[in-house]
Antibody
Framework: EVQLVQSGAEVKKPGESLKISCKGS????????IGWVRQMPGKGLEWMGI????????RYSPSFQGQVTISGDKSISTAYLQRSSLKASDTAMYYC????????????WGQGTLVTVSS | QSVLTQPPSVSAAPGQKVTISCSGS????????VSWYQQLPGTAPKLLIF???KRPSGIPDRFSGSKSGTSATLGITGLQTGDEADYYC???????????FGGGTKLTVL
């Protein structure tokens, strides 16, 4: 069974850094792109970027280029999303999801990681 | 402002049919496949339709997708109260070199 399990909820102060994880299982982790999606409170889905775990090839949406860092460790089947200098506006649910074999859709999703940034 | 345009909300009675539209451009829907996602309250999104009109295993045939030009449509027949959710279209945008989503449509089953 394909599963993506994300790290737990985070509460951070403005200016702090964040690193959340997404561990895949039940499939060949290195052979599928992993994407990150942001959902701000009460808002829609936003595509942040993707990583190919086998060679760490990473592509960012222009809206998030330079704002976040996507990385991976294929030895432990895990992808990461990092953000430094957090702001209150970074408060959101962050999802990881696997791109299907065609690379055209997000076929399996993690449960989401809620990040709250508040002083 | 989302790259793809969806109506904010639609509603229909149980047992009825509803359609949700998704409008884009030649850089996204016009030249790429469309997928649809269902997000039930408090849960992660789930893939509903891929490659414009294909259903993953386990998705009932009450759900259908179509695409024409730079627009796509999700259809749901035999509406059930359990279908109340937010629905998102998604595709690749060749100009942005990134995936894009619609703003989402809230379905209410009256």
């Amino acid at each position: 069974e394909v599963q993506l399990v994300q790290s737990g909820a985070e509460v951070k102060k403005p200016g702090e850094s964040l690193k959340i994880s997404c561990k895949g299982s039940g499939y060949s982790f290195t052979n599928y792109w992993i994407g990150w999606v942001r959902q701000m409170p009460g808002k829609g889905l936003e595509w942040m970027g993707i990583i190919y775990p086998d060679d760490s090839d990473t592509r960012y949406s222009p809206s998030f280029q330079g704002q976040v860092t996507i990385s991976g460790d294929k030895s432990i089947s895990t992808a990461y999303l990092q953000r430094s200098s957090l702001k209150a506006s970074d408060t959101a649910m962050y999802y990881c999801a696997r791109l299907g074999s065609s690379g055209r859709d997000l076929d399996y999703w993690g449960q989401g990681t809620l990040v709250t940034v508040s002083s | 402002q989302s790259v793809l345009t969806q109506p904010p909300s639609v509603s229909a009675a149980p047992g009825q049919k509803v359609t949700i539209s998704c409008s884009g451009s030649s850089s996204n829907i016009g030249n790429n496949y469309v997928s649809w996602y269902q997000q039930l309250p408090g849960t992660a999104p789930k893939l509903l339709i891929f490659d414009n009109n294909k259903r993953p295993s386990g998705i009932p045939d009450r759900f259908s997708g179509s695409k024409s030009g730079t627009s796509a449509t999700l259809g749901i027949t035999g509406l059930q109260t359990g279908d109340e959710a937010d629905y998102y279209c998604g595709t690749w945008d060749s100009s942005l070199s990134a995936g894009v989503f619609g703003g989402g449509t809230k379905l209410t089953v009256l």
